[in-house]
């Protein structure tokens, strides 16, 4: 094998009585995985079942914090100060650390959710304050961020362990961002072609934005997203094909130094 990668997925979005996710089938398949942390999604129920399965599968664990914002799914952009977002990181890893020690495991990484991952992606001041959050509270974890991100570039000149992370089933813009999931062609909906832009971001560091021009990517982790019915097949597929290519699957913790 010539290159490893981490598989991630968002898992423990279900909340109460609303069930959202395959997570018991994804979690057989990645090797990281990215747990609500009762802000956007999950609950105190939620957390700790999935914290366990998380840790019976040998997946690392990792906080997916968010917006307090259930009805909008994290998903709204909210005006928030630097001061505010990095306290709300804090309250949320505090929340899944709680299960995570009761499970007699170990975090191992980090990474926003939704409105708040995409804005901080740009906002050098909103990604500080995120990192600054993490930094206080442990400064072994991982940060997981889009590829070449605010995110990256914080926690580097903090200090932080940083993976970048590519999307399977999402389309990237000329600067390397996502396409809104509100545009056309945001969703990468074709199986094959998703799997072929996978295999190439990982390998050749190359990905063709929507407006058809190739874009610099960085590929330490790719994620799946678990909460479609054609999911646990889509994951299966991808680790096929990134087997085939010769590169190995582990965990952030196991390669992200």
Known sequence: MSKIIDLNSDVGESFGVYKLGLDKEVLKYVSSANIACGWH????????????????NNVGIGAHPGFFDVMGFGRRNMTVSPGEIKQYTIYQLGALYGFVKSAGAKMQHVKPHGAMYNMAAKDSKLAQAIIEGIWEVDRDLIVLGSSGSEMIKAAN????KAANEVFADRA????GTLVARSLPGAMILDTNIAISRVIR???????????GEDVDIKADSICVHGDNPEATQFVRLIREE?????????PLSQFIK
Do not use: R
Not at 43 to 49: C, F, H, I, K, R
Not at 157 to 160: P, S
Not at 242 to 250: P, T
């Open 41 to 56: 999604a999950g609950d105190p129920m939620v957390m700790s079942d999935t914290v366990k399965a998380a840790f019976k």
């Open 157 to 160: 000149e903090k200090g932080l």
């Open 172 to 175: 990237y813009n000329s600067d």
């Open 201 to 211: 971001m990982v390998t050749e560091g190359k990905v063709t934005a929507i407006s």
């Open 242 to 250: 990134l087997f085939k290519a010769k590169v190995e699957i582990k």
